[in-house]
């Protein structure tokens, strides 16, 4: 079945990088476009970045844009967020999740699955 | 890009049918019959239960349908079951803004 499977979050310090990967299993990924939502602890959703399916569109949040780099590796079937100069309001659950399928090249705007989420924990 | 409007809370009592709204502007919601709506229980990922404002995903119980009118979504569930208690949230693709997805503040249903 379709599978989202993040990791690499922990506790981090203000200032610091953390890159965050998800392992994606059970379909084509290279197929479909991704995404990056994150979930401060008892807030709501935000979206945070999209990859086209080949790479090559990225687009970002206004509030991680010059500091984070979401990237894939079709070959591994893994999407990657790479995290710099990481701040206090950067603490969430960071899920990934997969675009619609629109059978074009540009991603659906919807998004399922979604991973089980990482948490990432920035405090000194 | 300011998030969608939801309100905080919506009950009902298990048979009956609610309603949560969601309030864009014409430069998402309005623009576009592109709003996405899903479900999350606590501690949970969220779950797609409706896209493209009204379709249904494969496996998404019927009770569960979108609309829209103007700059306002909406998502609708009939039959209120216990277990539709979660959080609820809807989100609009706005296109070439930045962000070009927006999400809603989030709603929480309780089942009385």
């Known amino acids: 079945q379709v599978q989202l499977v993040e990791s690499g979050g922990g506790v981090v310090q203000p200032g610091r990088s953390l890159r965050l990967s998800c392992a994606a299993s059970?379909?084509?990924?290279?197929?479909?476009?991704m995404h990056w939502v994150r979930q401060a602890p008892g807030k709501g959703l935000e979206w945070v970045a999209v990859i086209w399916y080949d790479g090559s569109n990225k687009y970002y949040a206004d509030s991680v844009k010059g500091r984070f780099t979401i990237s894939r590796d079709n070959s591994k079937n893994t999407l990657y967020l790479q995290m710099n100069s990481l701040r206090a309001e950067d603490t969430a659950v960071y899920y990934c999740?997969?675009?619609?399928?629109?059978?074009?090249?540009?991603?659906?705007?919807?998004?399922?699955?979604w991973g089980q989420g990482t948490l990432v924990t920035v405090s000194s | 890009q300011s998030a969608l409007t939801q309100p905080a809370s919506v009950s009902g009592s298990p048979g009956q049918s609610i309603t949560i709204s969601c309030t864009g502007t014409s430069s998402d919601v309005g623009s576009y019959n592109l709003v996405s709506w899903y479900q999350q229980h606590p501690g949970k990922a969220p779950k797609l239960m409706i896209y493209?404002?009204?379709k249904r995903p494969s496996g998404v119980s019927n009770r569960f349908s979108g609309s829209k009118s103007g700059n306002t979504a909406s998502l609708t569930i009939s039959g209120l079951q216990a277990e539709d208690e979660a959080d609820y949230y809807c989100?609009?693709?706005?296109?070439?803004?930045?962000?070009?997805?927006?999400f809603g503040t989030g709603t929480k249903v309780t089942v009385l």
């Open positions: 999740a997969r675009a619609g399928w629109t059978g074009t090249s540009a991603p659906g705007n919807w998004f399922d699955p």
């Open positions: 989100c609009s693709y706005a296109g070439s803004s930045t962000p070009p997805y927006v």
């Open positions: 493209e404002g009204s």
């Open positions: 059970g379909f084509t990924f290279s197929s479909y476009g």
